[in-house]
């Protein structure tokens, strides 16, 4: 090797060294961040927040299935016990009489400072009256059997209050004293960890310890066939990270493996294959030192993007290995060099307009892929050659040039079944242009049907429906937060009495502010003066005044307690209330309000217009998230609709600037085009459920279809195409489709798409040029 | 001497089982004929913590075989339904819904009426034993619990009536409180 080379070759390995490094200390991240906006409005930060530090991504629910009752009330109970002794778990729920009976007592002790209906009117003569009166009417019916044991203490049925406001969701089926299904063939618990669900390790650690400690309660309890079933966000998360590394690693060696034994069946040259694969792992590692530096943190659904990535960036070795053979390098530069840069420029274009992408993941996809083709490229042209030498020869077997020109030719004779084709498939995507496109998010989501049935399971048989719409309140702190939840309720507490909605949650109905416990506390009269004012009261009543010692040495003790915080609520299932609405981020506090449909004739729905009427003129902010998460993939998809056009005009004039020939510009794009319309068409009619990433990869087809597009354009330009340059332009779209085609191996929906969509469009967009090609091809 | 004791014992019960014309059989299948309909009750409470009783009014609408409506009109307008396992209590614009099934207990003793008006013998006697006496056109059926759960709120229920149809349901909670509810058909039959 020359001076020259050994000096390219230190700069190079400098620079790897460097991306390495830069790669070694980078954050790798599988988390749903990927799919959340980088610009959120203030109704998608709060659900950003939610899915990423809020109590619920930290909740897993629990089943345990198989044997008999018993049994599984059994289970229930050790596994609660085993679960509730560790740091890993906040808070353990099964439903079971304890804690159940524990979370009345709480609220039967400080009742006087958590019951809305305690003023310092219910305390005067008259509201003792009505109150007390109403108990004892209450005693009389049913639902009397509730209160009369505590009648004494409580003659004011403030525990009744409080139960019928918290409680008013629907509750978990109960056999055996643990919540089981509807069915009652499954004991059930919720778990909330102690890792946010965003911290993926510590999920997937609060995962295998359920696991380890539901095989030890198992094997204990000497039972045979009976099994955990486990779901929630943290699951995903775990699930979606293995799913994620798994694929990243097999789909880059197959793809790897495919190249190279291509490659290796074109050179019969360990060494050149070794050169051709420079630019590739250049280009990769260039791709993840870009992302890491842009973003900081870099998705592994983008580091699964390199096995495409291999495929097309090893086509600008092969192009130079191939056709410099017998040319020599200065002629090569000369001649080729100039439609592969412009086959650069385009692939540039096609993945450059993913950056300005609101969507997270696909603007990292566009920007590793755009530095790896780039970094290929340049690696290609100033650091192959001096490191290659000058005495390469690629063979180039006689009978394959016969069998490539022989195809040609007959490829030229199907433009009219071509165009025939194409236009079928513009007029089938015409028809059906309102329903190609699905419309919800979910269609990106790595979680499988099966898992996803199984989590509706458990959240239908928990009753934990996923709320949908919801009140949320921003405060500075934890106080002011409950403070602003206890406004919105007062708006909201009409809506209730209208019927309008069913009900609300407020995290200031489990702990109220600070300064409404203190009001509440406040109002309570002393004992002599409760005494005094009962007496008047109860005058005619069937319950005697000097029955209710036990009220009034409760008041009396509430008028002493100190206020509640949330440490008084330890790991209880009101803590866990609390901690799901009441949420703290980076800028402060926010409580969540959902509302429970009134249910009757509106069904799920609620009358979004009278909500917003109600909440008009205050700083409440009211969410249907389901919406949200629809008009959020709605602007992704709009976005990419915009992109992918604003990519395509690009593409177009850097053809138009370049060929100076609005015919030849035609003659590049039309088999593109083509290509495009018959991809989205026979996957639409394969029954392919298109998303977002379809759309992108039709931009794609032609950013990366061009390259080869542009080699028969030469043709039109007054070149000839000889059998060397036909056989590098069939290797380079082999490796691309083997690249692309790896990824719609992929059970990831972003990676599939892609792969399935440019995979046979560059397949597609090689053979349609040929299809269209000019004529002047020497024999 | 004891097997003595035992055998006389068997005996004597069977006498009581051969003498009485009217059994629990007959009683059942006769209540299980019964096509529901819609009856007036007067309950009245006996509570040691109030210093006279509590009375309601109101009708009560049975629909075989587990459908049981009850409105009560005064002192307070209340409605209660018991479908299934689910009851539904509406009470000053407020709804509650509870689900049966987390309360076994509370199950069991809203059942009691429930399977007596179907005439469902076995379910009844799951929770409780059954002890019939008079005849068929006045008799008393009294349910004695057997579930420890259900023993720790109820000592028995005491139903009286004739032929198939329900006059008076007591029940004699384990406090010493008790519950006498009357009932009289609305719709002639």
Redesign the interface.
């Known amino acids: 090797m020359t001076p020259r080379a050994w000096r390219t070759l230190l700069l190079w390995l400098l620079a790897m060294l460097a991306g390495a490094a830069v790669v070694w200390s980078s954050r790798f991240s599988t988390d749903i961040s990927f799919f959340l906006p980088a610009h959120p409005t203030v109704a998608q930060q709060v659900l950003v927040d939610q899915l990423k530090e809020g109590a619920v991504s930290r909740l897993l629910m629990l089943a345990v299935e198989g044997g008999d009752a018993a049994q599984r009330a059994g289970l229930s109970r050790e596994l609660h016990t085993r679960l509730a002794a560790l740091p890993e778990f906040v808070s353990v729920q099964n439903?079971d009489a304890r804690s159940e009976d524990a979370a009345r007592d709480f609220l039967l002790r400080h009742r006087y400072l958590l019951s809305p209906a305690v003023t310092p009117e219910r305390f005067t003569v008259d509201g003792l009256k009505a109150a007390i009166s109403?108990s004892?009417?209450?005693?009389?019916?049913?639902?009397?059997?509730l209160l009369?044991p505590y009648?004494?203490r409580d003659p004011t049925g403030e525990l009744v209050e409080l139960l019928?406001g918290l409680s008013?969701g629907?509750?978990?089926?109960?056999?055996d004293g643990v919540w089981?299904s509807?069915d009652?063939q499954r004991a059930l618990l919720l778990v909330q960890t102690r890792a946010l669900g965003s911290d993926t390790d510590g999920q997937e650690k609060a995962i295998a310890l359920i696991r380890e400690q539901s095989a030890a309660a198992f094997r204990s309890a000497g039972v045979q066939g009976l099994t955990l079933q486990l779901s929630g966000p943290g699951l995903f998360a775990v699930k979606s990270r293995a799913t994620i590394k798994r694929e990243v690693t097999r789909l880059s060696l197959i793809s790897l493996a495919a190249i190279v034994a291509v490659l290796f069946f074109v050179y019969r040259s360990p060494r050149i294959l070794l050169l051709s694969l420079l630019p590739v792992a250049s280009g990769a590692l260039a791709g993840i030192v870009a992302v890491s530096l842009a973003y900081g943190t870099v998705y592994g659904i983008t580091v699964g993007f390199g096995s495409a990535l291999i495929g097309e960036a090893v086509d600008y070795a092969i192009y130079y290995f191939v056709q410099s053979g017998r040319l020599g390098l200065d002629s090569w530069r000369q001649r080729f060099w100039p439609t592969i840069r412009l086959g650069v420029l385009t692939s540039v274009c096609g993945f450059g307009a993913l950056l300005f992408s609101g969507f997270p993941g696909l603007a990292q996809l566009g920007l590793y892929s755009l530095t790896g083709v780039l970094t290929a490229a340049l690696v290609t042209r100033f650091v192959l050659p001096p490191l290659a030498g000058s005495n390469i020869q690629i063979p180039v077997p006689a009978r394959l040039g016969l069998a490539l020109h022989a195809g040609l030719r007959q490829l030229r004779t199907l433009r009219w079944p071509a165009i025939g084709l194409a236009l079928a498939a513009f007029t089938y995507l015409g028809a059906q242009r309102d329903q190609l496109w699905l419309p919800n998010l979910s269609a990106l989501s790595t979680v499988s049907a099966a898992d996803a049935a199984l989590d509706a399971r458990l959240r239908a048989d928990l009753s934990t429906p996923a709320a949908r719409y919801l009140v949320v309140v921003a405060a500075p702190d934890r106080e002011a937060a409950l403070q602003a939840a206890e406004r919105a309720g007062q708006r909201l507490d009409p809506l209730v009495?209208d019927g309008v909605i069913g009900g609300y949650d407020s995290p200031a109905h489990f702990l109220p502010s600070a300064t409404t416990q203190a009001a509440r506390r406040a109002g309570l009269p002393s004992p002599d003066e409760l005494q005094r004012r009962l007496q008047a009261a109860l005058v005619d009543s069937?319950?005697?005044a000097n029955?209710l010692a036990p009220f009034i040495a409760d008041v009396e003790a509430a008028r002493r307690q100190p206020l509640l915080g949330r440490h008084d609520l330890g790991g209880s299932g009101l803590a866990l209330a609390v901690d799901s609405l009441l949420l703290q981020g980076a800028n402060g506090w926010s409580a969540l309000l959902p509302l429970r449909p009134a249910g009757g004739e509106q069904g799920v729905d609620i009358r979004v217009a009278a909500v917003r009427a109600a909440l008009a003129g205050s700083d409440a902010l009211f969410i249907d998230t389901k919406g949200q998460f629809d008009a959020l993939y709605g602007d992704y998809l709009h976005q990419a609709v915009w992109l992918s056009t604003a990519g395509f005009v690009a593409i177009v004039v850097l053809l138009l600037v370049s060929l100076r020939s609005p015919r030849r510009l035609a003659g590049v794009l039309l088999p593109l085009v083509m290509a495009v319309a018959l991809v989205i068409a026979g996957l639409h009619l394969a029954g392919e459920r298109l998303q977002l990433l379809h759309l992108v990869g039709m931009l794609l087809i032609v950013a990366v279809g061009s390259n080869y597009a542009l080699f028969f354009d030469r043709i039109a330009g007054g070149a000839s195409l000889d059998t060397a340059t036909l056989m590098s332009m069939a290797v380079a779209a082999t490796t691309t489709v083997i690249g692309f085609g790896t990824l719609a191996l992929s059970s990831v929906p972003v990676l599939h798409a892609v792969g399935v969509t440019v995979g046979p469009g560059a397949l597609l967009a090689l053979l349609l040029s040929a299809v269209f090609a000019s004529r002047e091809v020497p024999a | 001497m004891i097997r003595h004791l035992f055998t006389g014992l068997v005996l004597a019960s069977l006498a009581v089982t051969a003498h009485a014309a009217f059994n629990v059989d007959q009683l059942m299948s006769g209540l299980a004929q019964h096509k529901g309909g819609r009856a007036k009750f007067v309950?009245k409470?006996t509570?040691a913590?109030?210093?006279?009783?509590?009375?309601?009014t109101g009708e009560m609408t049975y629909t075989p075989p587990d459908r049981l409506e009850?409105r009560?009109l005064t002192?307070?307008p209340?409605t209660?339904v018991l479908d299934k396992n689910q009851?539904s209590?509406e009470?000053d614009?407020?709804k509650?819904?509870?689900?049966l099934?987390?309360?076994?207990e509370?199950l069991a003793?809203?059942d009691s009426i429930r399977n007596t008006l179907a005439g469902n013998r076995a379910a009844l006697e799951k929770n409780y034993t059954l002890q019939l006496d008079g005849n068929n056109d006045n008799w008393v059926l009294t349910l004695t619990p057997t579930e420890q759960k259900i023993a720790a709120l109820l000592q028995r229920i005491t139903i009286s009536g004739s032929e198939d149809q329900i006059h008076t349901i007591d029940y004699l909670l384990a406090d010493g409180?008790r519950s006498e509810l009357t009932i009289e058909p609305l719709d002639p039959r």
Not at chain 1, 170 to 175: K, T, Y
Not at chain 2, 96 to 99: D, H, K, L, M
């Open positions: 439903g109403n004892i009417d209450l005693l009389a019916s049913p639902a009397g059997m009369k009648l004494t019928g008013a629907a509750q978990p089926a109960s056999v089981a509807h009652g009495a069937p319950l005697s029955k | 309950e409470r509570l913590v109030l210093d006279r009783p509590l009375v309601a009850k009560t002192p307070k209340e209660m009851v209590i009470r614009k407020r509650y819904s509870i689900s099934t987390s309360r076994p509370a003793f809203v409180d």
